[in-house]
């Protein structure tokens, strides 16, 4: 895993450990071994740490955390390091995260080339950067850089990182590059030791309100979670503790953390995600369809979100709208969309021209003919997209993929219409469909193994975190959520206020409750004036009132026209009580442990259905798909994994007490989990 070689009396390091070289046990070894006997040859007066394969090493082996610590600790490999008589250079590429970056801070240079890329991701896995990193960063790109870096998690660029000190040098050539500079600093012999540093940190004594700033402008971000707050005391010590003690502190304080709840959470979340990107019957190697052209039908919400995806990464994209008018606005949205990132920077003007410029507006789905692939996303009516893709059919070349983005309906029913249903499936985006992640990938009864590796591929080219889900109405996230807004509604008929349900959905994690969910969205979504139902139907009643959501003012809360800050209003409390009686509901105190598991339960019941029918592939990309797509907390893993938190002998248990308070199926058990429950067994141990 590790190797040592002296050339032109530079002692070269290679470390080898793929897929990312991350720090594993065997590295440690090697690593400390190679750097001690290097450091003791005299045939070589530098010594050089490189990287085989893809990347220099991204981090600690997150398999081993939770392990008893074995082999020599990565404490030891950077004192080693850190103390080597002669000067140490890591020559990087590729992306140099958390336990890696501590390893290059614990060097006396580092160079790199210019795609490699720095950060500690260490926040998202519900820790802090342990080895060192919370102490030595400060000390080098100054305290408030090193917070933003290590509290959002996000790298940062080899300019950004010259610009900052964190590198000496950017080079052409990994390997002759960082042989070059070996050599000079070799000769010259200085060793720079980041601890020595104090400079930055006296720059940050002057501002002693820097914290409090910073605390508030992650305070939303952060809620929560534990590991923000301890990086940021971390950093604060590195201007009251000496070097050693501020190393000793964030030892501490790691410990914590990597033994608690959330950490283990967010740590099962990184392989799930991993996890969902696999299909056991298409192997890695299926072929693909090469994307290089994409059709677009409907200019609405999504038609032009999802374009917006292409259109940044370069992929030209031809809209089909059925009006001009229609056209006209969706085009326009796009390019607002895009002009609000000349404002915050992020890209300027004539950048904004050249990807409009990729897009095509058409009023004629003949202009679709040679494209890759064709996603529609015309209203959410089956009779409509069967005519469409009836057209498509006889339109669009052999061999282009035919995607539709319905979020609920029977995707086969649509491939059935076309002569080449192996080349349809679902892709099933998010909205914003320009900035969500989850993207659900429909596998529908005929969809070729080829077409659905494309989609995979696509969506992690995208940027996207795709999840295959099987045809059933509302896939994986829809359905689930139908059955929590069920629980939800019942709650509200039976006595709970819409703001007591909101608050322990908020409280909880979400970022909202169902019903502030639904004023964003919007409560005339479905709802039709003809048959509007407000007698038994709140949200009826609410549209038939015109507080349609926040787009009005006013939906279940009432709406600051400025701030937007939301307030309960008591009338809707009245309508609501008005509608019980409508419906024979019986009012009762409802505690906030029933409201909590009663919304809980029921996604966890219907996932588990889910898994039972077979259209999920696993327990963990439910998950992913609500981590993702509908704000569950990563911390809580997904709904999936917090039942095994719960234990599902007592989720059963309760689902059976609520299926006995209630007169219909809707708390009828999963015969997966009393399958599961009846062998002691959690939904983690499904294979
Ligand atoms: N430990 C163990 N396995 C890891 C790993 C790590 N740090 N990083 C990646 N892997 C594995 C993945 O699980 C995946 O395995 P499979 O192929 O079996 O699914 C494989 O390596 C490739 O990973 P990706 O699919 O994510 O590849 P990518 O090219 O899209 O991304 C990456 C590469 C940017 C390095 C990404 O994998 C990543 O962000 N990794 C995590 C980095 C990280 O969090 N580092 C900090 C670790 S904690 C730490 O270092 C603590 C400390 O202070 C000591
Ligand atoms: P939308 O109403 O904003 O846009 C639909 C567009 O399709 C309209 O501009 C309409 O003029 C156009 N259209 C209708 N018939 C057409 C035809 N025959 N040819 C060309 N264009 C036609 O709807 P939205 O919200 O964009 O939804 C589109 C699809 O995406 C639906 O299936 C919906 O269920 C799904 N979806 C919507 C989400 C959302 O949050 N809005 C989320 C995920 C999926």
């Not at 990107?277 to 090469?290: C, G, H, L, R, S």
């Not at 021209?353 to 089956?382: G, K, R, W, Y």
């Not at 004023?519 to 407000?534: M, P, V």
Request: hydrophobic content about 40%.
């Amino acid at each position: 895993m590790v190797d040592l070689e002296i050339q032109d009396g530079v002692a070269i390091v290679t470390i080898d450990n793929p897929p990312v070289n991350a720090l594993s046990e065997g590295v440690r070894n090697g690593l400390s071994e190679a750097v001690q006997k290097a450091d003791a040859d005299d045939s070589a007066n530098a010594i050089l740490i490189i990287c085989s394969g893809r990347t220099y090493i991204a981090g600690a082996d997150i398999k081993e955390f939770g392990k008893p610590p074995t082999g020599v600790s990565l404490f030891d490999v950077h004192d080693a390091m850190e103390g080597a008589s002669k000067p140490i250079v890591s020559a990087i590429h590729g992306t140099c995260l958390g336990g890696g970056l501590e390893t290059a801070l614990c060097c006396h240079y580092r160079v790199a080339v210019a795609s490699a890329k720095f950060g500690f991701p260490e926040v998202h896995l519900g820790i802090l950067p342990g080895a060192g990193g919370t102490q030595r960063l400060p000390r080098i790109v100054g305290v408030e850089k090193s917070l933003d870096m290590m509290v959002s998690g996000k790298p940062v660029n080899a300019r950004f990182a010259l610009e900052n000190g964190l590198i000496d040098e950017i080079v052409d050539d990994l390997f002759e590059g960082g042989m070059a500079f070996a050599k000079k600093a070799g000769a010259e012999s200085k060793l720079v030791r980041v601890r020595d540093s104090s400079q930055k940190l006296d720059e940050a004594k002057a501002d002693p309100e820097l914290f409090d700033r910073f605390r508030k402008k992650i305070a939303r971000k952060a809620r929560g979670f534990d590991a923000p707050e301890a990086i940021i005391q971390c950093v604060e010590d590195t201007l009251t503790h000496s070097f050693d003690d501020g190393i000793q502190a964030e030892r501490e304080r790691f410990m914590t953390l990597v033994s608690g709840a959330k950490s283990e959470a967010q740590r099962y979340y990184f392989f799930a995600e991993r996890q969902a990107n696999k299909i056991p019957d298409v192997p890695k190697e299926t072929e693909t369809i090469a994307i290089e052209k994409v059709g677009m039908i409907g200019a609405g919400t999504m038609g032009g979100g999802i374009s917006m995806n292409f259109l940044s990464r370069g992929i030209p994209v031809t809209i089909v709208e059925s009006n001009q008018e229609a056209l006209d606005r969706g085009v326009s949205v796009v390019r607002k969309n895009y002009m609000r990132g000349v404002k915050s920077g992020r890209i300027t003007e004539e950048g904004v021209d050249q990807l409009m410029a990729l897009l095509t507006p058409s009023l004629s789905l003949e202009d679709l003919a040679d494209c890759d692939m064709v996603i529609e996303a015309v209203f959410e009516n089956l009779d409509l997209k069967k005519e469409v893709f009836t057209k498509l059919d006889g339109i669009v070349k052999q061999g282009a993929v035919l995607a539709t983005n319905s979020s609920a309906l029977d995707v086969d029913a649509i491939a059935a219409v076309t002569q080449r249903p192996e080349w349809v499936l679902g892709t099933h985006f998010f909205s914003p469909a320009n900035i969500m992640r989850l993207l659900e990938i429909v596998r529908a009864e005929k969809t070729s193994k080829p077409v659905l590796a494309t989609a995979m591929g696509l969506a992690r080219k995208l940027g996207k975190v795709p999840v295959v889900s099987g045809v059933c109405p509302g896939f994986i996230g829809n359905r689930i959520l139908f059955k929590r807004e069920v629980q939800a509604d019942k709650l509200i008929y039976e006595g709970a206020t819409p703001w007591e349900v909101d608050e322990v959905i908020y409280n909880f994690g979400f970022p909202m409750g169902p019903f502030a969910m639904g004023d964003l969205a919007g409560l005339d979504i479905g709802w039709d004036a003809e048959s509007s139902r407000g007698e038994t139907e709140i949200r009826h009643k609410l549209c038939e009132l015109g507080r349609r959501g926040q787009k009005t003012g006013s939906g279940f809360y009432n709406y600051d026209p400025e701030t937007r800050a939301k307030t309960p209003e008591p009338e809707v409390e009245k309508l609501i009580s008005e509608i019980s009686g409508n419906l024979g509901a019986t009012r009762r105190e409802i505690s906030k442990e029933e409201i909590l598991e009663r919304c809980l339960y029921a996604m966890i019941n219907e996932g588990a259905r889910i898994l039972e029918e077979g259209m999920s592939q696993r327990p963990s990309d439910i998950d992913v798909v609500w981590v993702n797509g509908y704000g569950w907390p990563v911390y809580r893993g997904g709904p999936m994994y917090y039942a095994d938190t719960i234990g599902l002998d007592r989720i059963l248990a309760k689902i059976k007490e609520f299926q006995a308070q209630d007169n219909d199926d809707f708390w009828q058990p999963s015969a997966l989990i009393e399958s599961l429950v009846s062998e002691g067994k959690g939904f983690k141990d499904m294979a």
